[in-house]
C-alpha cells in the first residue's frame, strides 16, 4: 500500500495526520505540494492535508479515526 500526505509548510493539521498514521503503524511519504505543484495537478486539493492512499485521493483535512481504519485496512 502507498500513502502519501499532501502537505503545505506550517501545517498543523498535517502533523495531526502524521500522528494518527505512525498510532497505526502505517508508513507515508509527505509530500510538500508548494515543492511539487505537479501534484496539485493530479490531486486538486483546497485544504491541507490530503491523504492519497494507492494513487487516490482519499480524503482532504483530518479524517476520522474510524473512517481512515476502514481506507488502510481494505
Known amino acids: 500500500m502507498k ?3 499532501l502537505t ?17 503503524g502505517v508508513s507515508y511519504d509527505v509530500v510538500d505540494v ?3 505543484p505537479e501534484y496539485l495537478e ?3 486539493i483546497f ?3 490530503g ?8 480524503f482532504t483535512g483530518i479524517p ?3 473512517e ?3 481506507k488502510l485496512c481494505k
Open 42 to 44: 493530479k490531486y486538486p
Open 64 to 66: 476520522k479515526i474510524g
Open 8 to 24: 503545505t509548510s506550517g501545517c498543523s493539521n498535517c502533523n495531526v495526520l502524521e500522528k494518527m498514521l505512525d498510532k497505526l
Open 68 to 70: 481512515l481504519k476502514n
Open 51 to 58: 491523504l492519497v492512499i494507492n494513487e487516490k485521493l482519499e
Open 3 to 5: 500513502v502519501q500526505i
Open 34 to 36: 508548494a515543492k511539487n
Open 47 to 49: 485544504t491541507a492535508p
